[in-house]
């Protein structure tokens, strides 16, 4: 990036993995367990669910992303901190290192 090797379709690609990235990481943030579920709706005008949160009540996303409780199950996938992980070699944006070491 340093040499504006980046073209602006690459800019626009990157700011849309960040803006996924952190999605996916607050897909984890919102539960109680600090675990993402295998599916999970958001809240919209045209769209809701009711209020199947995803119990952590802390969280500023807890009424955006809902879970309907047969998909609470969680099969431990890797993409979230391989996203968090490219992300930083990219940017080298210390904020991604340490999303990756975050505790719930």
Known sequence: MKDNLL???????????EDLAKTC???????????APE????HTQAHSLGRLDGGNKSSKYVNDIIFKRADHHNLLRPETVESL????RITQDQ???ELGLADF
């Open 25 to 35: 990481f607050e897909m984890y943030s919102v539960t109680s367990t600090g675990l």
């Open 7 to 17: 073209t602006f379709d690459d800019l626009e690609n990157l700011k849309l993995a």
């Open 85 to 88: 992980f490219v992300l930083y």
């Open 95 to 97: 904020k991604y290192r």
């Open 39 to 42: 599916i999970a709706y958001f």
